[in-house]
């Protein structure tokens, strides 16, 4: 009698199993074309049949937010590229394709910053690939040198203050006035996630200033004992909150902290506020969204040709141009900049600080690691 | 010797054998072999095992601090989240209160919420610009607006979050209790609190310290409501294991300190599971009767009681109601907590239900938390039939603890560790690569909702009355059909509300969709981020409100499913 109890369990354990694995599958397949057509505009899908090549390519990005992912994918449809979009934080996305990188699910890899590139790089999770067209008109420096990424989007990484309550002359100059200058004390914003792209940019400019090969992970005492301060005089984020929320409230001491640039210009206009912004002598760290090719990709012909075809295209000073007008972002190709918003533009014409991006990616990490475990409160 | 081998052979049937190699199969491949190859990974990065982690969390103060902090709030939260917890259910089903059914409403809202909504919600009245602060303020003007931070903020906001368990395992607990001992204690004189301590708390025991154990984990393991209340003075040590975890290089960090909370969590249970092999108390009665609702007999403590619950009722209701009407303002309004009820509008709403990419998310995590939730129930309820019916031998143990393992990891290196496995093929997996398919993340929603759903149900098994199986044998009934009409229907109360406790859980998650969604099937966790961190949308804070609200009405549904016919039942019954 037991032996039909046993059975029929195990038969309801196959079946849910068998269950879970038919119906789940071909559900979204069958939702996925359907949602799409009735999406897209009529022209869009004779344009599909007409232009493209058919290959299917899974984009990544940590850029698809507020609608992006759907404007590319729709966008891209009218020259006859059928996309998927796959978006997610820059950190998740990082770790994704790392986890991924034995059977990549990924074929572009758009977004991103020069730290996580850099350290893709060199786990060897990227394929470099011929210079695109488009790669000259873009403003020096942000390019990688190896041909494994390209630059698209450009953020300034900027020391933003409220300019209702401090005058560019009472203002800090550069980063290390905030735990120089007493004043400032009690006033800026720390971050307490180090995870950010925005956060290690910044840490990544104050830290680059002191490396010292003999020092602890690279960094000379004098550089630990900075963050150290950094950290001490500065008011700790709270969490859920942005800086210009903080800004805003008067129950608040914060009125300055680390902004990207088109933060600044989209924060000015939600919350009412007026920015200023620190031009240190030295510059500032751009973070520098990309695009590239996941390693792998070139074993498929079709793919890999189409691939390059979608990088042609997405970098073009036109769809960049149309990119920066839809999203206000800041193009690294200097044809497209025009297109951009003007404060943004001002912003981005501060010089880049001179950060070696591979050695920050090789250590942003045990950084970040000593930072919370030695100088958070 | 002989004889026991033989025995074993001859109970060794197709069918069992079956599920042994199921079994054996489910527990290696997706718990066993993923952890210890992560495990390995990162503790071995080098090629050796190296001590170092250690000396750098035993250096850092902010980490001891973390961790002290963690034990600190286990067991206070544990007591404080008892006493609240034990009143609810007292309230709504042992006393004659005034209003219980609305009272009993209102004390469940926490099953539709929970985690960092919930803990904005209490902000929303409490933290430095809230609604109560705003209002003291203006009666003191001298009151510290940062009243509510620290440890007191954080053991409050946990103490009202965490009673869920209380109010549905205590509650099927207390319907248990058989009145007519309730009624015999009191002819022989006993009074109110003495048949309260003595006839029904020893009823209520297994079930109590199986919630006080998930409290007690809750507590080790607080993410949300330090982060968002507990300041720089009371953080806990699972924000850090998270940021270790997320960053690419310190992942040995995160997984020391989560074995360390888990340990912690092992020694928990095996103590628990000592306690419940004493044996429990049960009525012997065979024809239960249902409890009748005792009046306070002493007047004051009747009153002191009813403004209690009543307290307790707006601190539970408040946060919600302030939700849903934010739900319909401006993310402005939200910043500046300015209610004006002649701007509510439904824009909101409208805006999330144009586009398919806004809802679609709610149809691919129902999808996802219900089918998990089918399968966790199927190998749970035959997990605890085999515990159950082989207690004390190496196989319950076996069972028991691998299916606690899950546990040991927070769900960030659980994901993980299933991804860097099946990125590659594996005879045992039959040769497949799951990462990019569909199922992975199934896998990964089952296996860490098994240690919860194990740890419930198996303490409704204990609390069987092995008598009624015994009784149905005798009268010819065969295993199977006694489990089926028998067992089941006894502890498929219990089954429910687990079930319904994964779904509610599994539809907001984050941590493990992040890594393992399908690029077509993004999950409702994965776009509440994306709306969190979006610029470009002035409106995303309230857009955030507006899934919250629409998370609550689903997690409201799957309950009503689980309990809305049970209570129907009841009244039948009365």
């Not at chain 1, 939702?31 to 899974?58: N, S, Y």
């Not at chain 1, 729709?74 to 590229?81: L, N, V, Y």
């Not at chain 1, 950060?355 to 919370?372: Q, R």
């Amino acid at each position: 009698m037991k032996k039909t109890l046993a059975l029929l369990l195990a038969a309801a354990m196959m079946l849910a199993l068998c269950a879970c694995g038919k119906t789940e599958a071909p559900a979204p397949a069958e939702e996925a074309p359907a949602a799409e057509a009735t999406e897209a505009a009529p022209e869009a899908t004779e344009a599909t049949e007409t232009l493209g090549t058919g290959v299917e390519l899974t984009v990544y990005t940590n850029s698809g937010s507020s609608g992006r992912d759907a404007w590319l994918t729709e966008r891209a449809a009218k020259e006859g590229f059928k996309v998927v979009v796959l978006e997610d934080g820059a950190g998740a996305i990082q770790q994704r394709l790392i986890g991924e990188a034995a059977n990549p699910i990924a074929d572009v890899v758009y977004g991103l910053n020069a730290i996580i590139w850099n350290d893709l790089i060199s786990r060897d999770i990227l394929v470099a690939y011929d210079a695109p067209s488009w790669a000259s008109e873009v403003s020096e420096g942000l390019n990688n040198a190896d041909g494994y990424y390209y630059a698209i989007v450009k953020q300034a990484i900027v020391l933003a203050y409220d300019a209702a309550k401090l005058s560019p002359e009472e203002a800090p100059k550069d980063w290390p006035d905030l735990w120089e200058n007493e004043a400032f004390h009690g006033i800026y914003r720390v971050e307490e996630k180090l995870t950010g792209g925005t956060t290690r940019n910044v840490l990544a400019g104050i830290l680059c200033r002191y490396l010292d090969p003999n020092g602890e992970l690279g960094v000379s005492e004098e550089g630990w004992a900075a963050i150290e301060k950094f950290f001490q005089y500065g008011v700790v984020a709270e969490s859920e909150t942005n800086l210009y929320q903080e800004m805003v409230d008067e129950t608040k001491p914060t009125i300055m902290g680390q902004m990207w640039s088109s933060g600044v210009v989209q924060y000015d206009n939600e919350f009412g506020t007026t920015s200023g912004w620190a031009i240190p002598e030295v510059g500032v760290p751009y973070a520098v969204e990309g695009i590239g090719l996941v390693n792998g990709v070139q074993n498929d012909e079709a793919k890999y040709a189409e691939a390059l075809r979608f990088i042609e295209w997405f970098g073009s000073a036109e769809i960049q141009g149309e990119w920066a007008e839809q999203f206000g972002t800041m193009p690294a190709n200097e044809k497209a900049a025009e297109k951009a918003d003007a404060v943004q533009a001002e912003i981005c014409s501060i010089p880049a600080q001179d950060i070696d991006w591979a050695v920050v990616a090789a250590n942003i990490d045990d950084w970040c690691e000593k930072i919370t475990l030695e100088y958070m409160q | 010797m002989k004889a026991k081998l033989s025995r074993f052979w001859k109970d060794l049937t197709p069918g069992r054998a079956l599920i042994a190699v199921l079994f054996v199969w489910f527990i290696m491949t997706c718990i066993i072999v993923p952890i210890v190859h992560l495990l390995g990974t990162i503790f071995l990065a080098d090629g050796s095992f190296s001590l170092e982690p250690i000396h750098k969390l035993m250096k850092s103060k902010k980490a001891m601090n973390s961790l002290r902090n963690s034990f600190i709030l286990g067991p206070t939260l544990s007591l404080s989240v008892g006493i609240v917890g034990i009143f609810l259910v007292l309230v709504t089903e042992y006393f004659d209160i005034k209003g219980a059914n609305i009272l009993r409403l209102g004390y469940m809202t926490t099953l539709l919420y929970g985690g960092i909504i919930l803990v904005s919600g209490y902000k929303f009245i409490y933290g430095s610009n809230g609604f109560l602060t705003n209002a003291l303020i203006r009666i003191f003007p001298s009151f510290n607006r940062n009243w509510f931070q620290g440890y007191w903020a954080v053991l409050f906001v946990m103490t009202f979050s965490c009673t869920s368990n209380h109010m549905i395992f205590l509650r099927n607990a207390m319907r248990a209790v058989d009145f007519q001992t309730v009624e015999a204690a009191r002819n022989m004189g006993a009074n109110q609190w003495t048949i309260l301590r003595r006839v029904v708390l020893p009823v209520l025991l297994p079930s109590l310290f199986a919630v006080t154990i998930l409290t007690f984990i809750t507590g080790l393991s607080a993410m949300s409501a330090p982060l968002l209340v507990g300041g720089t003075q009371f953080q806990t040590i699972n924000p850090m294991i998270k940021t270790f975890a997320d960053s690419t290089n310190s992942k040995d960090l995160a997984a020391l300190l989560s074995l360390v909370l888990g340990m912690a969590t092992m020694v928990l249970l095996y103590i628990m599971t000592q306690i419940e092999k004493r044996g429990h108390y049960m009525s012997v009665s065979k024809v239960k009767t249902r409890i009748v609702k005792q009046k306070i007999n002493n007047p004051v403590v009747n009153v002191i009681v009813h403004i209690l619950a009543y307290v307790l009722f707006a601190i539970y209701v408040v946060p919600v109601v302030l939700i849903v009407l934010f739900s319909f303002t401006s993310s402005k309004n939200i910043a500046t907590r300015t209610l004006d009820f002649g701007s509510l509008s439904l824009d909101n709403y409208r805006y999330l239900l144009s586009a398919s990419s806004n809802y679609r998310p709610f149809i691919v995590s129902i999808v996802y938390s219900v089918l998990a939730a089918v399968l966790i129930s199927v190998i749970i309820v035959a997990a605890c039939r085999i515990i159950q019916k082989r207690k004390d031998t190496l196989v319950a143990g076996v069972l028991n603890y691998s299916l606690m393992i899950p546990w040991l990891l927070p769900t960030t290196l659980v994901a993980l560790a299933l991804m860097l496995l099946y990125n590659q093929h594996h005879w045992y997996m039959f040769n497949r690569v799951l990462t990019g398919t569909m199922i992975i993340m199934l896998i990964g929603y089952v296996v860490i909702k098994l240690p919860f759903s194990l740890r419930m149900t198996k303490a409704a098994f204990f609390s069987l009355d092995n008598a009624l199986e015994d009784a149905s044998r005798n009268l010819g009934a065969k295993g199977w059909y006694t489990f089926r009409r028998v067992v089941f229907p006894a502890i498929l109360p219990t089954v429910m509300a687990v079930a319904a406790l994964n779904i509610n859980s599994l539809l907001g998650d984050y941590d493990m969709s992040a890594f393992l969604y399908h690029p077509i099937n993004p999950t409702l966790g994965v776009k509440v981020r994306s709306l969190t961190e979006d610029l470009t949308n002035a409106n995303s804070t309230a857009l955030t409100f507006v899934y919250a609200v629409l998370m609550m009405i689903i997690s409201g549904i799957v309950l009503f499913l689980v309990y809305g016919r049970g209570s129907q039942d009841n009244t039948q019954s009365k």
